[in-house]
């Protein structure tokens, strides 16, 4: 009976260890997709920054323009 009580116990002891292993290259995987996130996060709110000025400088005069005829229906069109 010791000899299968010490048997279960050392296969036990086995899968333990293996489950940690396990643990480990999950965090360490985890740690890697958090830090490519952050990248990619940090690029997305570049490319954005970058483009405001160009977005802002295309829709103003149209914006404008939707306003200026809004409130006066009958005026010529407006050169901008």
Sequence with gaps: MGTLNTA???TSVKKVDVGVDL???VE???KEIVKNVKKVTDLV???ANAQ???IHFV???FCYRIKYKASNPSAPPKKY
Excluded: G, V
Aim: proline fraction near 11%; hydrophobic fraction near 30%; glycine fraction near 0%.
């Design 28 to 30: 360490a995987s985890l």
């Design 45 to 47: 709110n570049e490319i």
């Design 52 to 54: 405001r000025p160009s």
């Design 23 to 25: 643990t480990k290259k």
């Design 8 to 10: 279960i116990n050392e």
């Design 59 to 61: 829709f103003t005069p």
